[in-house]
């Protein structure tokens, strides 16, 4: 199950709700992850706008909720900005409140996209022996995420990636690859040892820094052509 909401508007068109938080990342002297606002929005983005697009929605509309303060309303919103621009979306029209009558120790901001698909029966993953997996980009969290920009995987490679047919797309968030695996193949149960690969299947992914790709063989030379350096194979035994 993907971490959205789906809502048929139309006999043709289907709502999707995707959303994130972030708390105790930003500015505050007790947050224990200290980066700016804009960063904090950027990535909380990332994650929505990849859980909406990987259910194969178009974003349509953000909404912020700020707990941060007034002042840190227009950096928030650069962040999002520039994961827009990534996407090459252009006039999202942008949302929000802030709580601006208590000011809070620690910083926090919650983040919901609003998308649109094209109607498409659902239907379950399907786990074959002809499936081939790999993760595009690597699982991070904290301060990793800012010390090891260049393993994260790029919001315009995973939008790339998205658009290639019979292909399944899979971010991974906190719980790690693993956790995330056992998501897409409910009828499935893998376990540490069933997944062969470089990365740390346990570890979180944070704001999404990687996701997992389900392909077919005559996918991976293109899907390695685009992923290039981000890609890690898994053998799943």
């Known amino acids: 199950m993907r971490d959205i909401i789906t809502i048929p508007l139309t006999s043709t068109d289907t709502l999707i ?61 650069k962040g999002i900005q520039k994961g827009l621009v990534e996407l090459n979306l252009k006039d999202i029209p942008i949302t929000g409140s802030t709580e601006s009558n208590f000011p809070l120790q620690q910083s926090a901001i919650g983040l919901v996209v609003l998308g649109q698909r094209s109607f498409t029966k659902e239907s379950e993953n399907v786990l074959s022996a002809y499936l081939k997996f790999a993760v595009i980009g ?24 998205s658009k290639l047919e019979k292909l399944m797309v899979w971010p991974v968030g906190s719980k790690g690859i693993l956790y995330e695996m056992n998501q897409m193949f409910p009828n499935k149960e893998f376990t540490k040892e069933m997944l062969h690969t470089k990365l740390d299947v346990l570890k979180s992914s944070g704001p999404a820094t990687c996701c997992i790709i389900a392909y077919e063989q005559a996918q991976e030379k293109k899907l390695k052509k685009i992923a290039a350096g981000y890609y890690h194979f898994i053998t799943v035994k």
């Open 17 to 77: 709700i995707a959303s994130d938080n972030s708390g105790g990342i930003g500015m505050k002297a007790g947050d224990h992850v200290q980066v700016s606002y804009e960063t904090v929005a950027y990535y909380s983005f990332r994650v929505a706008a990849m859980e909406c697009i990987a259910a194969g929605g178009v974003p349509l509309s953000v909404v912020l909720h700020n707990f941060c303060g007034d002042h840190t309303w227009n950096d928030l919103i």
């Open 138 to 161: 690597s699982p991070l969290v904290g301060n990793e995420v800012i010390d090891q920009a260049d393993k994260v995987l790029p919001l315009s490679v995973f939008q790339e990636v």
